[in-house]
């Protein structure tokens, strides 16, 4: 009966320490993408708002951007 008990507490304290390692991997690698998320929405807020101060203060150059970026001839 010891052994029994003793068996059950050395399975759980190894799923315990399973648990932890994998829960601590995935929530490293789930704050690395977060923080990827956050660098991209902030690039691609600034290359818009860049695009937009060149559509109001330049429309000819954003319309060769645009056809740039499109692959269009210049």
Same mark, same amino acid.
């Given at each position: 009966m010891i052994r029994t008990v003793a068996s059950i507490?050395?399975?759980?304290?190894?799923?315990?320490?399973?648990?932890?390692? !994998?829960?601590g991997v995935a929530g490293g690698l789930l704050g690395v993408l977060i923080s990827l998320a956050l660098f991209v929405l902030k690039v691609?807020? !600034? !290359?818009?708002?860049?695009?937009?101060?060149l559509t109001v203060f330049?429309?000819?150059?954003?319309r060769k951007m645009r056809d740039?970026?499109?692959?269009e001839s210049l």
């Open positions: 507490a050395a399975l759980a304290l190894v799923a315990w320490i399973a648990i932890k390692i !994998v829960f691609a807020l !600034v !290359v818009g708002l860049i695009y937009w101060l330049s429309p000819e150059t954003a740039a970026i499109r692959g």
